[in-house]
């Protein structure tokens, strides 16, 4: 079908497009709201600057498809291939995203409040300075992703894979990221204020200067990771593992390392005031390596 049918169509009242070709079709800056495009095909169309809130476009065909400034709000996009898609300055917000494809797309600046992307995979993505305040991404996968400037205060990260992504200066206040994996990570002056990263994996992630004052660290396993500079004001790493960790002019002032696992952790310069380390496992790495590790009890 040619984009002009399908407008005329649309003018005059119809709505169901459900498994048309429209691929490399031009439909910019065209107003298609609460159309149903359920499996077409729309790989390589330009849908720039149009309108498609609430929209059906539930296993749509978008590879490389450019979304650039589109209207997307409440749209179904669920199990949709957006692979290599542009949806640079897109509005999604409350948009249902489940299960999408949209590895290699480009997101920069889009609106993804309140957005469900769970299982979704974002695999190389590029989310620099998006907005995904209270979306929903569990289970998704962020690997290599890059997110640097991204807010995702109070979003749903849980089993999330964000492996090797540049996190950088990225916002996750009081966002619920347990369980996820965050191994290898650039999570550099990043904000995770009151964040739950309980059992979360976070082996070699850089967290230099990140704020993690008041954050849940329980069980999470931060070996070799880097925190320097980091602020951990009443942060809670009961049986967290920071086996080599960096924690050095780290401000840890009433942090619970109760039955944390501290073994060649550098504590050098930080600030260790009312920091509770009953039962923890701990030799810093400024210790005679011969020496047997020392056990810290109330």
Not at 84 to 94: Q, R, T
């Amino acid at each position: 079908m040619k984009a002009r049918e399908l407008v005329d169509r649309y003018n005059q009242g119809f709505r169901d497009f459900s498994d048309t070709d429209l691929s490399r079709e031009n439909l910019s800056g065209m107003g298609l709201t609460a159309i149903d495009l359920a499996n077409a095909n729309l790989s390589e169309a330009n849908l720039s600057c149009s309108t498609l809130n609430e929209a059906n476009l539930y296993g749509a065909k978008l590879s490389t498809t450019v979304l650039y400034r589109a209207s997307l709000s409440d749209v179904n996009l669920c199990d949709a291939d957006l692979n290599g898609a542009s949806l640079i300055k897109a509005d999604l917000h409350g948009a249902r995203l489940e299960r999408a494809n949209l590895r290699d797309a480009d997101l920069t600046g889009a609106n993804l409040n309140a957005v469900s992307l769970a299982n979704s995979d974002l695999t190389g993505a590029n989310l620099s300075c998006v907005s995904l305040v209270g979306a929903n991404l569990e289970g998704a996968n962020l690997a290599e992703a890059f997110l640097k400037g991204a807010n995702l205060d109070g979003a749903k990260l849980n089993g999330a894979n964000l492996e090797g992504a540049n996190l950088s200066g990225a916002s996750f206040s009081e966002a619920n990221l347990s369980h996820a994996n965050f191994s290898a990570c650039d999570l550099s002056c990043a904000n995770l204020y009151a964040a739950n990263l309980s059992d979360a994996l976070l082996a070699k992630a850089d967290l230099s200067g990140a704020n993690l004052s008041n954050a849940n660290l329980n069980d999470a396993n931060l070996k070799d990771a880097d925190l320097n500079g980091a602020f951990l004001v009443d942060a809670q790493l009961g049986r967290a593992c920071l086996d080599g960790a960096n924690l050095s002019k780290s401000n840890c002032y009433k942090a619970n390392f109760k039955g944390a696992f501290l073994l060649r952790t550098n504590l050098n310069g930080a600030n260790l005031n009312c920091t509770d380390f009953s039962n923890a496992s701990l030799q810093t790495v400024d210790q005679e390596a011969d020496r047997n590790p020392d056990y810290v009890t109330d």
